[in-house]
């Protein structure tokens, strides 16, 4: 399972070479997720409305190597966008990644770009 865990690497802005057209903005809730497939990767792509933002990370939640993360709550840590693992209530940083819990590793997080009523996300490759 730990080979699944590795495809996983979290991209900045200004390493993104391709940007992924996952889907139309009306197709996401409005302050929570939905999970999108790029090539052999499950992305869970967050609507967190209340902040004017949209987040993306890898779906699979390290804790116990489930496909969820999609489904989790959003909310905020002190001003930090999170979402917690719907499963195990492990919480991790939509910014960075980071475990908030302090005892996992963190998650791959990527950029969103929202152009002409699409989401877009962001991937090194």
Excluded at 13 to 19: A, R, S
Excluded at 49 to 74: D, F, T
Excluded at 101 to 117: H, R, S, Y
Aim: hydrophobic share 40%.
């Amino acid at each position: 399972m730990e080979d699944i865990l590795e495809k996983y690497t979290a991209t900045k802005i200004e390493d993104v070479t391709v940007w992924f057209k996952a889907a139309s903005t009306e197709d996401f809730p409005v302050d929570g997720g939905a999970c999108v497939k790029y090539k052999d990767k499950q992305i869970a792509v967050f609507n967190f409305s209340r902040l004017g933002k949209w987040y993306a990370c890898q779906n699979l939640c390290p804790h116990k190597m489930e496909m969820v993360l999609s489904r989790g709550m959003i909310g905020d840590d002190k001003g930090i966008p999170k979402v917690a693992c719907p499963l195990h209530k492990k919480t991790f940083s939509l910014e960075n990644g980071e475990n908030l819990n302090g005892d996992l590793d963190p998650i791959a997080t990527f950029p969103v770009m929202i152009k002409e009523g699409y989401v877009y996300v962001g991937f090194a490759e």
